[in-house]
């Protein structure tokens, strides 16, 4: 069975410091994408990144950029430069390469906290 | 361009009910795909749909029903309600399925209460 594991419950950092975000996968598919999202309080699920299995070169957007580790089946977030409005549950997804949203498998989430 | 929209917000209904849920894509998105996500059970995959067709279904019993209409709007259904049905529905909404479909966007969710 496919499984996304995210081992860090809860994480803290500073303020204007970086973090990484730990998700690792488990699937025979040779064709995949990774996903990452946002969950503030509010409960809408912001996507903040996609990385393709086949994708040679790591994906960034602005100050997220994914991690990606092919052979250790591991896509971990750095989210550099931590912001107040950073404080979220973060998920990590597997789903279709090509970035289609449907069909998702995600991890239970890190819950992130940033201080002032 | 408005985001995807989900009605109700807020839902509370009794056990052996039913309820029907609203989702409305962003203007040219033909995929949908709606999510429960539950403290115990995390966030999982109940259908897909794309041109009113369903393309995948997750793992949930037959209470949980869905479809998708011409203009893309979907709806999901769950009948006879059990008080584990209780959670965040989401709707997510995606241009295309295919290589370089990156746009993906989830509605604010609706919560339902079972009680």
């Known amino acids: 069975a496919q499984k996304i594991t995210q081992t860090q419950p809860g994480m803290f950092v500073q303020e204007k410091e970086a973090v990484t975000l730990d998700c690792t996968y488990d699937?025979?598919?040779?064709?995949?994408?990774l996903f990452w999202y946002k969950q503030p309080s509010s409960g809408e699920m912001i996507f903040l990144i996609y990385q393709g299995s086949y994708d040679e070169q790591n994906a960034t957007e602005g100050r997220y950029s994914l991690n990606f580790q092919k052979a250790r089946k591991s896509a971990n977030l750095v989210i550099s430069a931590s912001q107040l409005g950073d404080s979220a549950m973060y998920f990590c997804a597997k789903g279709d390469y090509g970035g289609s949203q449907g069909n998702l498998i995600f991890g239970k989430g890190t819950k992130l906290s940033v201080k002032p | 361009k408005a985001g995807v929209t989900q009605t109700p917000r807020y839902l509370i209904k009794t056990r052996g009910q039913q309820v029907t849920l609203s989702c409305s894509p962003i203007s040219g998105h033909r995929s949908v795909s709606w999510y429960q996500q539950t403290p115990g059970q995390g966030l999982q995959f109940l259908f897909e749909?794309?041109?009113?067709?369903?393309?995948n279904k997750g793992n949930f019993p037959g209470r949980f029903s869905g479809r998708q209409f011409s203009n893309s709007r979907s709806e999901m259904n769950v009948s006879t309600l059990e008080l584990g049905d209780s959670a965040l529905y989401l709707c997510?909404?995606?241009?295309?399925?295919?290589?370089?479909?990156?746009?993906?966007?989830f509605g604010q969710g609706t919560r339902l209460t079972v009680v």
């Open positions: 749909y794309f041109s009113e067709t369903q393309r």
């Open positions: 997510a909404s995606s241009l295309d399925r295919g290589p370089g479909s990156t746009e993906a966007f």
């Open positions: 699937t025979s598919d040779q064709s995949y994408g």
